[in-house]
């Protein structure tokens, strides 16, 4: 029998990876969407050209989730605000949209056959405690300097949690209340919570994927989320770009194609992984700093980026990288697509209709 798989966010830019992944290995795979984000709507026309069901709905109302046709066999809930600037300024949709939303979803899943949730979570859920572990400047970025951690100030939790290999699933979520997460890290950690205990309490097989810096084809990136898909096409179109700080800190990057076939492994090993917590990203071997990538570009030709340094954002993290051994070892799974390769297939995207 053929399976369905619900994508929540389906028309976003995972969302959208994700489903036509899905589809071309034979599942029936339903995009549902608030569609709020206008860019979303651009993927449209994709998703219907690939026989893709779309349902129009919020998982803030649990009614738009009851609609969604039965059976159904998985969810990989990517619906959500998000962002920093947006929870901000917005703080009750960040809530009601990430963990109320969230709940919906569980919920339905509990009341209809427990069937698996495979949940977007974000590493904005860890503290801005991982800057007290010093950092220093290596060429256009920066690099953790552990031997001059001190001990006092820095909880013994924290170090647990971090190695050279990145950060891993037991750094702490809470700081007791000394460091800021953004309203957009609370919301999203109050989701990554109700997963677990759904799991843990009533046996829905839930997955939460701790996700980096996802980047990749279909993203429509804008200035506070994106920022790859953004900067290639401030390149190409000329634009002025705004920094952040000082443009050293660093991510890890994990390419659109990779983390689509993460997430339908997940769903098609769920008794392996079910109830599992990940940290999910480029990894060690695929960071990037702001400034290495704005390199990268210039060689591009043509006019160099016009950069205009502004105040660090709050809740930044000066390098985050994902430790994804963890999803490594009881998956077998890992990015194939390194950084550099995944900026020039965006460029080569957008190259090609210009």
Known sequence: MQKTLVV?????FIGTNIVLHAKEKGYKVIAFDSLIRPLSEENLPILKRAGVEIVRGDVRNPQDIERLPKPIHGIIHLGANPGIPWSIAWPIFDFTTNALGTLNVLEFSRLNGKFPVIFASTNKIYSEE??????KAKG???V??????NKKKVRATVLAGLTRSGVNEDFPMDSSGRFPHSPYGASKATADL???EYFHIYGVPTVVNRMSCIYGLYQKGVEDQGWTDWFVRAKINNQP???YGD????RDALFGTDVTKLYIKEFENIDDVAGQVFNVGGGVKNTISLLEAIEHL?????????LTFKPWRAADQKIYISDISKVQKILGWKPKVGVIEGIDKIWDAYSKLN
């Open 144 to 149: 953790w300097d552990f031997a001059k951690v």
């Open 298 to 306: 210039n060689k591009k030709g043509g006019k160099p980026l016009k």
């Open 194 to 196: 109700y997963c677990q």
């Open 247 to 250: 443009g050293k800190q660093v």
């Open 130 to 135: 991982i800057n007290l572990v010093p950092v």
């Open 241 to 243: 770009l705004n920094i």
């Open 8 to 12: 929540t966010g389906g028309c976003g």
């Open 140 to 142: 256009k970025r920066y």
